[in-house]
Nanobody, 114 residues
């Protein structure tokens, strides 16, 4: 199983980024997909998740700014991030979960700075 993330980078406050994560080696549609992030000196935290049925949930701090979506035909989950601020700076990790099976991506850096 492989999760490959892309889309991170440097963005100014108020800007937008879209992260992508593609899963290979398993049946993507059965997985709950999530995005987590870890800032320096902090624990990894859940940002958003979307079930196989398409039900989404968000951390309070990103509600109204971030949108998680999935394209089962492309085995890909997305995180659209708008109105970014410095507190969103972190390494963002993609996670796939189906029952006891959990897989993580390698992470992609998001830096919000002027």
């Amino acid at each position: 199983v492989q999760l490959v993330e892309s889309g991170g980078g440097l963005v100014q406050p108020g800007g937008s980024l879209r992260l992508s994560c593609t899963l290979s080696g398993r049946i993507f549609s059965i997985y709950t997909m999530g995005w987590h992030r870890q800032a320096p000196g902090k624990e990894r935290e859940l940002v958003a998740a979307i079930t196989s049925a398409g039900s989404a949930d968000y951390q309070d701090s990103v509600k109204g700014r971030f949108t998680i979506s999935r394209d089962n035909a492309k085995n890909t989950v997305y995180l659209q991030m708008n109105s970014l601020n410095a507190e969103d700076t972190a390494v963002y990790y993609c996670k796939a979960r189906a029952g006891v099976y959990i897989h993580w991506g390698q992470g992609t850096q998001v830096t919000v700075s002027s």
